[in-house]
C-alpha cells in the first residue's frame, strides 16, 4: 500500500512510519522540518521537505499517488497557539483543508487524521471521557484540532473518502524533544539528565491520560483496513498526576533534585483520561505497554 505521512519526521510521525514500513507499506513523508528532524525518518522512507501550502506538494501527490494519507502535521503546542491562533489555525485548519483538497483530486482511498483528546472535550463533564463528551475546547489549539476533524468528515460526505481520526491522550516515549513546550516527560528527563531542576506547574496533583506512542503507532496501523469512518480515543483510561511522574522518572534517571512548583498552566484543563472501549472493541486496539515501561525506553533512548 502507498501511504503519505505529513509530519513523518516529528515526534509521533516518525514511529508511525517506521510501523508502515515494518508493515511491508510503501511510504512518503512530507514534512517542513519546522519542528520534525530528518534523522527521525526511517530509511526506507522518502522525505519531501515540504510545507502543506507549498504548490510542490501537487507533484509529490500527482506522482506517488497515494491510496492512504496518514496527516500527522501540526502546530502542536496549546501555548504557541495562545500566543498567535491565527498560525495555529492556518497550520491545523487550512493546513488540513490543503491536504484533503489534494486527497479528493487524487483519488485517495482513505485518510487517518490525528486529533487531541487531551483538548478538544475542554474541562471533562466526567470521566473517564468517551467520544460522545461535548466538544468545549478551552484552547485555540484544541479549536483548531477540531476544525481539521470538521474537515476530514467534509471531504467523506462530499467526496466519499474514508476516514479514521484517533482522539490522542498525552503521547510520550522516544523522540519526543526534551527542549520543547509539549511532553512533561521528555521534558523532566532531559533535565533530569542535565542535573537540572524540574518546574511543576500548580500543585502537581493534576492528572492526564499518558500512552507510550509505540502503542500510537500501532493503532494506526490498524486503521488502514479497519475503522471505517470512525472517531476514536487512544489513550490508557487511567489518570497519571505530575508529581508521579517526577517520582518515576526521578527513580529511572538516579535524580536526587528536589521539584520546584510553579504558578498552573493558563488554559490547561486539569484532569482527563480517555474512555477507549471503542477503539478496542471496532479495531481490537488496545494499550500494551505500560506507563513504567515506557518511561524507562524514553530515558535509556535520552541518555
Not at 511510504?27 to 510542490?56: I, K, P, Q, W
Not at 489555525?89 to 487531541?116: D, H, M
Not at 471531504?155 to 516515549?173: E, L, Q, S, W
Amino acid at each position: 500500500m502507498r501511504i503519505l505521512v505529513s509530519g513523518g519526521a516529528g515526534f509521533i510521525g516518525s514511529h508511525i512510519v517506521e510501523a508502515y514500513l515494518a508493515a511491508g507499506h510503501e511510504v512518503a513523508v512530507v514534512d517542513n522540518l519546522a519542528t520534525g528532524r530528518r534523522a527521525n525518518v526511517a530509511r526506507g522512507a522518502t522525505l519531501h521537505e515540504v510545507d502543506l501550502h507549498a504548490r510542490e506538494l501537487e507533484r509529490i501527490f500527482a506522482e506517488f499517488r497515494p491510496e492512504v494519507v496518514n496527516h500527522h502535521a501540526a502546530q502542536a503546542s496549546v501555548k504557541v497557539g495562545n500566543a498567535d491562533p491565527v498560525h495555529d489555525l492556518e497550520v491545523n485548519g487550512g493546513g488540513t483543508a490543503r491536504l484533503l483538497q489534494l486527497c479528493v483530486e487524487n483519488g485517495v482511498r482513505k485518510v487517518i487524521y490525528s486529533s487531541s483528546g487531551g483538548t478538544v472535550y475542554g474541562e471533562p463533564r466526567s470521566l473517564p471521557v468517551a467520544e460522545d463528551h461535548p466538544i468545549a475546547p478551552r484552547s485555540n489549539y484544541g479549536t483548531s484540532k477540531y476544525v481539521g476533524e470538521l474537515y476530514v468528515q467534509l471531504a467523506a460526505r462530499t467526496a466519499g473518502i474514508d476516514y479514521t481520526i484517533f482522539r490522542y491522550g498525552n503521547a510520550f516515549g522516544p523522540r519526543q524533544d526534551p527542549h520543547g513546550e509539549a511532553g512533561v516527560i521528555a521534558i523532566f528527563t532531559g533535565l533530569m539528565l542535565a542535573g537540572q531542576p524540574c518546574t511543576i506547574d500548580g500543585d502537581g496533583e493534576q492528572k492526564k491520560d499518558y500512552l507510550y506512542v509505540g502503542d500510537i503507532a500501532r493503532a494506526n496501523v490498524l486503521a488502514l483496513d479497519g475503522g471505517s469512518g470512525l472517531v476514536a480515543n487512544i489513550g490508557t483510561g487511567v489518570g497519571i498526576t505530575v508529581n508521579h511522574i517526577f517520582q518515576v522518572l526521578a527513580q529511572a534517571t538516579e535524580n536526587t533534585i528536589a521539584a520546584r512548583y510553579g504558578p498552573p498552566r493558563a488554559g490547561d484543563v486539569r484532569n482527563f483520561w480517555l474512555d477507549c472501549a471503542l477503539a478496542k472493541r471496532e479495531l481490537g486496539w488496545e494499550p500494551t505497554v505500560s506507563f513504567e515501561e515506557g518511561v524507562r525506553l524514553t530515558v535509556e533512548s535520552l541518555r
